[in-house]
């Protein structure tokens, strides 16, 4: 290996050591008396100032109280809000599941708007930028629009209601402690199934071009990706924490929560939980990714390709095969012709029953042999005459 290879295998290793270290760094950290962190509106940053107020609720808004959670809503997305009143129970402990303890404990207000429009009179401060979600964790509080911004696609109502629930449950584990945005966006994303064929079909294409980011440059890419749900940082951002509450690691996921809500630094806590480093831990994360969204595709795309030249070759036999056969000589044209009408003039053949007729009638006429002599009927009997 040259000299300069040796630098840039050194660099790189220290950098992937150094990933959560400087994930964890870009977090604002929380002091005392500071604003609640702002998860899902990337324009309505921290600013240290007192925590803000919650604004009145609106008097045409209707309630609904489900003992733990409150669900306020404009009477326009009425149709849309209740089915969730049936499924909240559900989602709490799907939640509760995934992080190894009971989620939501204390009881947390729901906030769904009608229209983008009327977020800044449901949030603290406003929400500005493309945002249509927002939860403040040391609120409890979680605001929703049931309506998309112009140019953004419409939003899945229970996929939102279950996002902004993940990130007020996730910020009850660990205890309101600082934790990197990437970190609680990418479990937000995977508890409420956000897009998962579009984050595979971008976590496909990047494996197979060399693309992923590197995870210390998540943070980064995640705060200025303008459309952060279809952004790459945020589809490995989600994928990262699929990978590390999967079920055989679910315990050690709930470990490491459990020490950051002790004050342990998510980077350490991590470390500790998987005994590995942070560099192990990318490492084997790429190579799931290689096996889930690179290997597979592939091998997908090359049977269908098969397929579709096997079928194309059949198609063009079976076309050239048609267009061999010789057409009829024009003898044959004529003589079929001449048949064809010989066969409509022609007179039909008597039937079965018909022929047995005949011949029944003829053997009854060969065997009388008195047919020639006269006969007289009297008192009803037949009389030869002689």
Known sequence: MTRSGRRSSAALGLRLTAFLCLAL?????????AAPRVYDAPAAAESGAAAPSVPPLPPEYLTQDLGWIELAYHPSTRDRVRPLFSRVDAV?????????????????????????????RLVPGGVAGAATAVSFGA??????????????????????????????????????APIPRWFHEGFAAHAAGDGVARRAQRLSIAALRGRLLPLDELEASLSDAGDTAGSLAHAQ????????VEVERRQRFTRALEDVRAGV????????AYASTGRELELAWRADVARRYGFVPVLAGSLLLVALVVAGKLAVQRLRARRSLP????????????EAVELRHRPSR???????????????SDGDGDADVPKVEHNGQWHTLH
Not at 151 to 170: K, M, N, Q, T, Y
Not at 237 to 244: P, Q, S, T, W, Y
């Open 237 to 244: 951002a989600a994928d990262v924490v699929r990978r590390l």
């Open 139 to 176: 609120l409890r509080l979680a605001v929703l629009s049931d309506a998309p911004r112009l140019g953004v696609d419409a939003p899945d109502l229970e996929s939102a209601f279950r996002h902004a629930l993940a990130h007020l449950a996730l910020d009850e584990a660990t205890g309101g």
């Open 25 to 33: 760094g870009a977090a604002p950290s929380r002091a005392a008396g």
């Open 327 to 338: 057409p009829p000589a024009p003898r044959r044209r004529l003589r079929a012709a001449r």
């Open 350 to 364: 008597p039937s079965t029953a018909q022929l047995v007729a005949t011949l029944g009638a003829r053997h009854r």
């Open 92 to 120: 709490r402990a799907e939640l509760g599941a995934l992080l190894g303890r009971e989620a939501l404990a204390a009881p947390v207000k729901v906030r769904i708007a009608a229209s983008p429009a009327e977020l800044d």
């Open 265 to 272: 630094p998510l980077e350490a806590a991590l470390e500790v």
